[in-house]
């Protein structure tokens, strides 16, 4: 990869220098702008031809993700969220799709610790008679997942990156240790396009735009790969994920093959095409860079934080950490972090820092420096 691609990269951002919150939202690309203004200026000028044009958008945005994820196009469908994705992969789980025929629909294993939108959609589901939900503590390790299974596990669902820690889960890892006949359930909002992400483990994923691919809100990709579809039913899947839904009259409808089986509608296409512009600059500029960046800023903010007596712990490799200043409120900290005009996330006593490839380093790690020395000091 050239430094040029990098820098043509870089010049698409243009937030705030001390935006330090990726983790929560990403600041648009020029690019993915541009789209969305282009997209709402087709449908306010244009008829039939703008919807053909946004229909072409989302294939290209289904084969760029099954590029980045290692799938077909067809295994990659597109709902409104993350939280969309994470229901419809919770809602798939029926008892006649059980490896043992008559057991009853099974168990889930999944983490208290993760955010809560990788949690509801299945104690949902197990309410309206799904999966059984058996909560684990901590981390998601393999062996963690290891001791937990027995016959009637059926699925395993982890967030690929902690929101609040910056926990990498070793998803390959857990995929070897369930096996095929289980189904590995990925949220992947904070990790797609921040890390070099074990996408080949996931059966399942899930993930919207909004974060760390800076495409904003309205759209997520789901994939659902070929190899699991028999353990799986469309239960949340709408008349989009039927064949000929209209002119046939004799509903139930068979299921689309592919992913788009588990989709309730169409999704909103202006939305699509701003996510496919946000994948295509990752795939443009290659996901490794774009992690060895993130890196470097984070190195640098928590060293500032250290040598102003923070206490942080252990590196996460995933963009997101987050740090205390022993003997200070929390919330005075990050106000003063606020009025220097650095944005970042308090969350249970705890300082979260998430940067971007676009973060300069030096600066924002000066800024942090100046002001957690104030807040000592105050």
Not at 80 to 88: E, I, K
Not at 207 to 212: A, E, I, L, P, R
Not at 307 to 331: C, E, H, K
């Amino acid at each position: 990869m050239s430094e040029r691609t990098v820098q043509e990269y870089l010049q698409q951002f243009d937030e705030p220098s001390g935006y330090l919150d990726f983790a929560r939202f990403g600041p648009v690309s020029d690019r993915v702008r541009e789209v969305l203004v282009g997209a709402a200026s087709a449908i306010h000028h244009r008829g039939w031809d703008a919807l053909a044009a946004l229909d072409a958008a989302t294939g290209e945005c289904a084969r760029t993700a099954a590029g980045l994820l290692g799938c077909a196009p067809h295994e990659i469908a597109f709902v409104g969220s993350t939280s969309h994705g994470m229901f419809a992969a919770a809602h798939a789980f029926g008892a006649h799709t059980s490896p043992a025929p008559g057991a009853g629909p099974g168990t889930v294993l999944a983490s208290r610790a993760d955010f809560p939108g990788a949690l509801y959609p299945w104690l949902r589901a197990a309410g309206n008679g799904g999966l059984a939900v058996r909560l684990m503590d901590g981390p998601m390790t393999a062996d963690a997942v290891r001791a937990q299974l027995d016959e009637g596990v059926r699925a395993v669902s982890v967030c690929a990156v902690d929101a609040a820690t910056g926990f990498r889960a070793p998803l390959a890892a857990i995929k070897e240790v369930i096996g095929p006949r289980r189904v590995l359930v990925v949220d992947a909002v904070q990790a797609l396009g921040a890390v070099d992400l074990e996408a080949d483990a996931a059966d399942v994923l899930a993930s919207g735009g909004q974060k760390w691919l800076r495409a904003g809100w309205g759209a997520a990709l789901l994939l659902v790969r070929d190899r699991v579809a028999g353990l799986l039913e469309p239960g949340l899947g709408g008349w989009s994920g039927v064949l000929d839904p209209i002119d046939a009259p004799d509903h139930p409808r068979p299921a689309r093959p592919g992913a788009v089986a588990h989709t309730l509608t169409n999704p909103d296409g202006p939305a699509v095409a701003a996510l496919g512009a946000g994948l295509a600059l990752v795939r443009d500029t290659g996901i490794e860079r774009i992690a060895a960046l993130i890196d470097g800023a984070l190195d640098a903010l928590l060293d500032a934080a250290r040598a102003a007596g923070a206490r942080t712990p252990g590196a996460t490799g995933s963009g997101i950490a987050r740090f205390r200043l022993p003997g200070a409120d929390p919330q005075a900290v990050h106000d003063a972090l606020t009025r220097a005009g650095l944005a970042t996330t308090l969350r249970g006593g705890w300082i979260r820092l998430s940067p971007h490839a676009s973060t300069d380093p030096k600066s924002a790690a000066a800024r942090l420096s100046e002001a957690l020395h104030a807040a000592r000091a105050a």
